[in-house]
């Protein structure tokens, strides 16, 4: 079964600190994505990466950046902590290119951000 | 820029009854995919079926199947026989067949099953 984990499940952190949410998959996936999700907003790419070192801007990239060090592992950085930052946090994985049933992305448990 | 439409934020029918989620979505390309992801209470979001835009058949997976209009950008999810476990968020997303290979999501239904 293809795993995707994150750090942490509950996080509270202040207004001005430094976060860094942690993602890692075990299926030797290229592409990983960080989306947030809020209530009637749905889900909202933030940055993804289709290789190590590689990122790309998603739809909503201010207040954050992101690092690949090795293909299994994606982090996202909050720089500086602000309540409107409070959000679940979502990781995911798919396989490059990937068509035919080979083309889902599978999530992680998500990290319930609150920032106060 | 794709766009996902979800129009029914919240829905709810009884245990055993047949349910029909909406989706719409705005694209200009002719090949790409489109998803339903299932997101239970507390739990992890799970790809619930999947439709490829060039196959004109709709997809079935057990007692979910799809409704794919593709000329009128409508992508509905039927579940039949509902079961207290399909109490969950369901989310409509597009996939483009062309460039980077992210998802864009509706809003989401929040389906709730009643005993």
């Not at chain 1, 860094?20 to 993804?48: A, K, S, T």
């Not at chain 1, 290789?51 to 982090?75: A, N, T």
């Not at chain 1, 959000?87 to 083309?103: E, K």
């Not at chain 2, 409704?67 to 483009?96: E, H, P, V």
Request: hydrophobic residues 30%; glycine residues 6%; charged residues 25%.
């Amino acid at each position: 079964d293809v795993k995707v984990t994150q750090s942490s499940r509950y996080l509270v952190k202040r207004t001005g600190e430094k976060v860094f949410l942690e993602c890692v998959q075990d299926m030797d996936h290229e592409n990983m994505f960080w989306y947030r999700q809020d209530p009637g907003l749905g889900l909202r790419l933030i940055y993804f990466s289709y290789d190590v070192k590689m990122k790309e801007k998603g739809d909503i990239p201010e207040g954050y950046s992101v690092s690949r060090e090795k293909k299994e592992r994606f982090s996202l950085i909050l720089e500086s902590a602000s309540t409107n930052q409070t959000s679940m946090y979502l990781c995911a994985s798919s396989f490059l290119g990937g068509s035919g049933g080979f083309d889902e992305q599978y999530f992680g448990p998500g990290t319930r951000l609150t920032v106060t | 820029a794709q766009t996902v439409t979800q129009s029914q934020p919240e829905m709810s029918v009884q245990e055993a009854e047949t349910v029909t989620l909406s989706c719409t979505y705005d694209t200009s390309e002719n090949n790409y995919y489109l998803f339903w992801y299932k997101q239970p209470p507390s739990r992890q979001m799970i790809l619930v079926i999947r439709q490829e835009a060039y196959k004109q058949q709709n997809a079935t997976e057990n007692r979910f199947s799809v409704n794919f209009q593709k000329a009128a950008k409508s992508f509905s999810l039927k579940i039949s026989d509902s079961q207290l476990g399909d109490t969950a968020m369901y989310f409509c997303a597009f996939r483009s067949n062309f460039g980077n290979e992210k998802l864009t999501f509706g809003t989401g239904t929040r389906l709730t099953i009643i005993p």
